[in-house]
């Protein structure tokens, strides 16, 4: 046993206690074939099961269109953020990047590599608004135009779906993935890492339109090809399939605590918590981002004005640290505060967190 914490952390994230204990409790022995997941052939009924089951309980929690494969990748979103140009940009040789903080950066760095790439809004550092869309310039021959729906690091959500005139749109959901609903219709290209809304590091939920399939770059690696993957079903090698076990797990989680829905209630309810508490603080706690773009997901604070106090930050994060509330620290990117309050997060956690907040303002304002 241990004592009880609370895991703030912005990914690899907390769990569902209940999935992990799902996991415990089977992972000698799974269902009745006497082996663990981890031993299991990636070509056996058994995990046929394991795989379509994921797929189907993806499928029904966001109403993927018939027309959409789902596949489970490797490579992290990172692998995504090469993949992406090496199977879509072929197409005409360019591609628009909406770039709204350091993962989209990434994202448009990687593609590069691939091919030409419009930046949709203009350079900026800071990261704290997403500019209105009548300001874009969106290249009407760009093969697709990518944006990262939430950034993890500089908490900037898109309250929005972009509209991309007909251009395949494709989204990084890493960190905001089934937190809402989603007309999944509006995309050409979904993906997200696992390891904060649904599941453990080390595999990537990809959502992709048929039409898409079957037009990669001719050098693009097998193992990132969406059309390879989408043939062999996300078997044409050996995938992760333990992870995948446990993401069909939160999956099932998710259905029964009210599916998205639940989700984007929970989601509003507790991010509505720690930002009200911020905003009645007079500047003590400080969020620079555009309230219109705030993520419900990752809160980045200072403490101690705009700029932030050092040594306020590090006594707020030991006193945390003693009170069982883990990985509050900022991006060291960024520096600061940031909360995370992913699927998995629940009310009473970040009830926590805010009444830990309110003490420490009260005693250091
Ligand atoms: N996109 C977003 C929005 C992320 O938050 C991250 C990781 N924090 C990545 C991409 C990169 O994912 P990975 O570390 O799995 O390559």
């Not at 000698?28 to 046929?48: F, K, P, Q």
Request: aromatic letters at 10%; a neutral charge; glycine letters at 8%.
């Amino acid at each position: 046993s241990s004592t009880p914490v609370i895991n703030f952390g912005a990914g690899p994230a907390k769990l569902p206690e209940e999935v992990l204990q799902e996991v415990q409790r089977e992972l000698l022995y799974y269902g009745t074939t006497n082996i663990s997941v981890m031993e299991m052939s990636h070509r056996s009924a058994d995990y046929a099961v394991i795989n379509d089951g994921t797929q189907q309980a993806v499928r029904d929690l966001l109403n993927i269109p018939d027309n959409y494969k789902i596949l489970f990748m490797q490579g992290g979103g990172t692998g995504l953020f090469a993949a992406v140009p090496l199977n879509l940009m072929s197409e005409t040789g360019c591609a628009d990047y909406i770039v709204t903080g350091s993962w989209s950066a990434k994202a448009a760095k990687e593609a590069m590599k691939y091919g030409k790439v419009n930046m949709v809004v203009p350079k900026t550092d800071s990261y704290v608004d997403i500019p209105e869309q009548n300001t874009w310039i969106l290249n009407p021959n760009a093969s697709y135009v990518y944006y990262c729906a939430n950034e993890t690091v500089h908490g900037v959500e898109f309250p929005f779906i972009p509209d991309t005139q007909g251009i395949p749109l494709v989204a990084d959901m890493s960190s905001n993935i089934l937190s809402q609903p989603l007309d999944v219709s509006k995309f050409g290209v979904i993906f997200a890492g696992a390891q904060k809304n649904i599941g453990p590091a080390g595999v990537t939920l990809v959502i992709v339109r048929e039409d898409l399939l079957g037009k990669a770059a001719v050098t693009c690696p097998t193992v990132l090809d969406f059309t390879v993957m989408a043939k062999d079903n996300s078997l044409h090698n050996t995938p992760p399939t333990f992870l995948i076990y446990v993401m069909g797990l939160v999956f099932k989680w998710i259905k029964r605590n009210g599916g998205a829905e639940g989700m984007k209630r929970m989601a509003k309810e507790k991010s509505g918590i720690i930002y009200d508490l911020i905003s009645s603080s007079n500047n003590f706690y400080y969020c620079p981002v555009k309230s219109a773009v705030c993520s419900r997901m990752n809160i980045p604070f200072r403490i101690g004005g705009p700029n932030g106090n050092d040594d306020l930050e590090k006594e707020f994060l030991s006193g945390a640290q003693k009170l069982g509330m883990l990985q509050l620290k900022g991006h060291r990117s960024v520096g600061g505060i940031r909360a995370s309050l992913y699927n998995a997060i629940t009310v009473d956690n970040t009830k926590a967190l805010a009444a830990y907040m309110k003490e420490f303002y009260q005693t250091h304002k």
